[in-house]
């Protein structure tokens, strides 16, 4: 028995046989071509049946995760179509005349290091695609079979050194009962894949592809990062996998009911959507609202700017399918890692620091203006709030605001019924905007707290970034300090303070959001599937233990003594998660 440590980046527990992804390698010549017109051919063949195939695997990943999470194969649609790496193929060839393989090696991979040197994250995650597409290209040019991960058919445990984005999206997890992978954290395209899908994953684990054979018994737990090679005690792991069914199910009896803790307190648990179909299982899950509808994907999926009618039918959707459980509505928030088929952003430095979300908004009121009415006249089928993203400044939110309150007021001119009782706020996912909180409470009816953005602003790291993704901490005590400051802010003025981000569905981070501010934050806004979790946590502790755990870990230097102090807690506690 073998056992290893890596990080638990999706839950559950399970064993089987190894599947292991070992590639073949490719035999990369620089021999001459005897032919420029064939070889030209062949890599145009090539090109378009890997085009093909991904848009195939986008096809079923809509299906099996949604259009948010499918939306990456568009990126890679993007670059087979990109006429500067077609002209630059033909380029080469003409200048070189060596063979198709050698060819689209030479351009990819030039690409590849020019993205991958890069400080800014964006680039940086654009590098592993170009590296994705290249190697399908060149399998595709070589005649050489991709392995087929959707002819599984049998319990396994995938075992790569990494997986991508197409071979994550097309895994059946009926068959395919977790994986492995030699890299890759928590924030990874494989660990986000895994976490969506409901397979256990555990990731950065070295040299995983040389350690398993494929006559060994593999045994995973997600949650604690922990792998055994031919478990010397397999009824051990039997009866977790009971153990995690019978919690599983005890879970389910919570969906339906209100988080409230012990001593009384209560917590809206919220969910995070990315299209209106989304909102169709939310009551099966027990979701209070939707917490945060991202509404760029009505843009990105499109092959123009969204109408005013199409937005209107998309939220009109989901708000009456949410009843008048509240209904937050990001809105557009493009730029950064988030391009249009249709719009060309001008190259930054740093795209995640440039024109983007609401700066993008205010300096295109038309774009701006089109998504507010369609807002607006859906209003009146619900409960709407109305976030902006972004926001730096005061000044900035103000300007959003007066120009949303004036369109409305043009809609009702023009005999359109409209919601009297729409919330105007804003997220808080840049420092400088939770510092002065009190003074943005004055103008928004809510926050949001954005932390996927809030904790890469404030430690300056790039959470996909291998080198520094310990620096990814949302149990930091500076960022306690700067969510304590919103929820502090926004009490000041009586306004509700909630939290959107990957953090809000941490059950290591739950108690400290219920007792930061004294009072906590009001609403907690995650991934439908973590909901019921959620709320059996949130009703096994009392809100006033919450409160003492908060204030002391604001005192905290680390994060590892925040984490000491929760797990002592929820261990005094006897809490299973």
């Known amino acids: 028995m073998k056992k290893l440590l890596g990080v638990g980046a999706s839950s559950g527990i399970s064993f089987a046989k190894p599947f292991i992804i070992k590639k073949e390698k490719l035999n990369i010549t620089q021999d001459l071509t005897k032919d420029i017109n064939n070889e030209l051919i062949l890599i145009n063949n090539s090109l378009d049946k890997s085009k093909k195939q991904i848009n195939e695997i986008k096809e079923i990943s809509i299906k099996k995760i949604g259009e948010e999470k499918a939306a990456v194969f568009d990126a890679h649609i993007q670059i087979l179509e990109d006429p500067e790496i077609i002209n630059e193929i033909k380029n080469i060839l003409d200048s070189e005349k060596k063979n198709g393989g050698y060819i689209i090696d030479k351009v990819f991979s030039n690409i590849y290091n020019i993205f991958s040197s890069m400080d800014d994250p964006y680039f940086k995650e654009r590098a592993s695609d170009v590296l994705d597409v290249k190697n399908r290209v060149l399998y595709n040019f070589f005649n050489i079979q991709i392995p087929d991960l959707m002819s599984i058919n049998t319990e396994v445990i995938i075992i790569a050194d990494d997986l991508t984005p197409s071979e994550t999206a097309i895994l059946n997890k009926d068959f395919v009962k977790g994986f492995l992978t030699n890299i890759g954290g928590r924030t990874s395209h494989a660990a986000i894949m895994a976490r969506t899908l409901g397979i256990p994953a555990v990731l950065g684990l070295k040299n995983i592809t040389e350690v398993v054979k494929k006559d060994d018994i593999i045994a995973i737990d997600g949650d604690e990062g922990i792998v055994e090679i031919n478990p010397s005690n397999l009824e051990d792991w039997k009866n977790k996998i009971k153990d995690l ?318 984490n000491k102090l929760v797990n002592e807690f929820l261990k005094k506690l006897n809490i299973k998660l």
């Open 245 to 562: 069914e019978t919690f599983n199910k005890e879970l389910l009896q919570y969906k339906d009911k209100k988080a409230t803790t012990l001593d009384g307190h209560s917590v809206l648990v919220e969910a995070n959507i990315g299209t209106p179909d989304d909102s169709d299982s939310l009551e099966s899950f027990g979701s209070e609202g939707v917490g945060l509808y991202r509404s760029e994907f009505l843009y990105m999926d499109n092959d123009n700017w969204p109408t005013e009618d199409e937005q209107f039918e998309s939220y009109k959707y989901v708000l009456e399918k949410n009843n008048k459980q509240l209904v937050v509505v990001r809105t557009l928030d493009i730029g950064g890692d988030k391009n249009l088929k249709y719009y060309k952003f001008d190259k930054e430095e740093n795209p995640f620091l440039g024109y983007r979300a609401i700066r993008f908004c205010l300096d295109n009121l038309e774009i701006f203006r089109t998504q507010i009415r369609a807002l607006a006249r859906a209003s009146v089928y619900g409960k709407l709030g109305i976030m902006f993203p972004m926001i730096a400044t005061i000044n900035e939110f103000t300007r959003a605001k007066n120009h949303t309150l004036e369109w409305i007021e043009e809609l009702k001119k023009e005999g359109h019924k409209v919601s009297n009782d729409i919330e105007i706020g804003m997220m808080i996912e840049i420092p400088s905007a939770a510092m002065i909180a009190d003074k943005f409470a004055e103008h928004a009816d809510f926050f949001s707290i954005g932390t996927n953005d809030l904790i890469q602003y404030s430690f300056a790291v790039d959470r996909m970034s291998e080198k520094i993704k310990y620096l990814y901490q949302p149990n930091n005590p500076s960022l306690l300090r700067l969510i304590n400051a919103t929820i502090l802010g926004a009490k000041k003025h009586n306004k509700w303070a909630a939290m959107c981000g990957e953090m809000a569905g941490d059950v290591k981070s739950i108690p400290l959001l219920l007792g930061l501010g004294k009072t906590g934050l009001d609403a907690l806004s995650m991934s439908a599937s973590s909901i019921p979790k959620a709320k059996y946590l949130i009703s096994k502790i009392k809100h006033s233990d919450c409160i003492v755990l908060a204030d002391k870990a604001l005192e905290c230097g680390t994060e590892e003594e925040v």
